[in-house]
C-alpha cells in the first residue's frame, strides 16, 4: 500500500507537470483537479527553484517531490516487507 500510494502521488506530480507544459485549459475539471493536488503534494517544496524559465521551474519545483515520494515510498515498503 506505501509503494502504491508514492506511485500515484508522483502520477498526479507528473500528470501536472504534462498538463503544464502542454498549456492544458485549467478551467477544465480533471486539469484543475491535479493542479490542486500537485500544489498540495509539493507544498514543501513550493518555489524552491525560481528560475526565470516557466517550464523549467515547473519541472523542478514539480519534479522533485516526485522522486522524493517515490525513493522514500518504495524504500519504506522494501522495509516493511522485511518485518
Known amino acids: 500500500m506505501v509503494a502504491i500510494a508514492a506511485d500515484v502521488t508522483a502520477v498526479i506530480l507528473g500528470l501536472w507537470i ?23 503534494l509539493a507544498s514543501w517544496s513550493h518555489d524552491l527553484f525560481t528560475m526565470d524559465t516557466d517550464w523549467l521551474r515547473t519541472v523542478l ?3 522533485l517531490p516526485a522522486l522524493v515520494y517515490l525513493i522514500i515510498g518504495h524504500a519504506l515498503a522494501a522495509r516493511i516487507r522485511r518485518i
Do not use: P
Open 18 to 40: 504534462l498538463f503544464s507544459l502542454l498549456d492544458a485549459n485549467r478551467a477544465n475539471d480533471l486539469v484543475s483537479f491535479v493542479h490542486d493536488a500537485a500544489r498540495w
Open 61 to 63: 519545483n514539480y519534479g
